[in-house]
């Protein structure tokens, strides 16, 4: 094992040679930085171990390795870092989601004309604008068209890591609502509910608390 800085005489030149550590940009990203806590302009560095001569690095040697640095606050992470969503991603698949639920309820409402299901698209354009500005009826029209009840987890699915308990608990809160306004939950939509809850990691325990204490305030409401 060579130590770090070796000083050596030659014919009277003291010539020093040693090792160092450069790390060179290799990329610019946008990532979720968990030091300053928001979405940060970042590079991936990769960092290689250089011979240096006189303390200037001369020959570069082997990669040591790879880490994301934060442009704002300069700390350093391993690059798996990358792999988490940004703030931005996760407000896109939140939206997205909210919207395809909604529309799923809304396929699975029974009966599917009159005052009920009336009630209940309302209440879907109205939750699905929160998140989506410009969603109106025609549009809820069509998703309801094209999208299958099945697949309600796997739009949630990548929430799963991104959003605290208290999000999930507030997104299926809100879904429960918007089926109550077509006054009862139909065994369909409860199954949407379920399949995202599931997609979201909560226990059907957790779910069912959810549900009905949704149902019991709404039963404790005047009027
Ligand atoms: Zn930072």
Redesign the pocket.
Known sequence: MLPHLWPRNVRGVLLVFGFKIRLSTTASLVFF?P??GGD?AGSRRSARRWFTLFWIPVVPLKSVGEVVE?E??H?RFDPTVADRPTTADLHDVLSTAVRVLNAMLVRTAEPTDGPAAEAIRNAAVAQVRTAIPEYDHVTLSSDVASLDPALAGQYVGPLDEGLAVGGKELLLSDLVRVTLAGGTITPDQRRVIDHAGRGLGLTPAHVTGIVTSVVAARTAEPG
């Open positions: 930085c030091s300053c940060r934060c704002t606050c700390t």
